[in-house]
């Protein structure tokens, strides 16, 4: 069974930056694609950003573009989520996910989750 743990959370002021980690109890194979899912109170989940664990080609939702850098350290199975320049909208509870089969925004098609880190971005 596959762990995915997230850390890195936080209140934030808008303009500030912050890094979520999520760090994966087993190793991640060249196939797998792993992503940052996020859901605000009342809304649907959605895709944030994925990486391809063996390219490292990443892909991102056109609000976060520009601001938000996705990465891995294969090594430490972990994933980052890099985001600057963060905006109130961006509130929201910040999902990881894992999946077999590769490059998706669809939730459903994700695997195994985090259990979620709150951000909350407000002056």
């Known amino acids: 069974q596959v762990q995915l743990v997230e850390s890195g959370g936080g209140l934030v002021q808008p303009g500030d930056s912050l890094r979520l980690s999520c760090t994966a109890s087993?190793?991640?194979?060249?196939?797998?694609?792993m992503g940052w899912f996020r859901q605000a109170p009342g809304k649907e989940r959605e895709f944030v950003a994925c990486i391809r664990w063996g390219t490292g080609r990443t892909y991102y939702a056109d609000s976060v573009k520009g601001r938000f850098t996705i990465s891995r350290d294969s090594a430490k199975n972990t994933m980052f989520l890099e985001m600057n320049d963060l905006k109130p909208e961006d509130t929201a509870v910040y999902y990881c996910?894992?999946?077999?089969?590769?490059?998706?925004?669809?939730?459903?098609?994700?695997?195994?989750w985090g259990q979620g880190t709150q951000v909350t971005v407000s002056s």
């Open positions: 996910a894992k999946n077999w089969r590769g490059y998706s925004e669809i939730p459903t098609e994700y695997d195994y």
């Open positions: 087993v190793r991640a194979y060249s196939s797998h694609v």
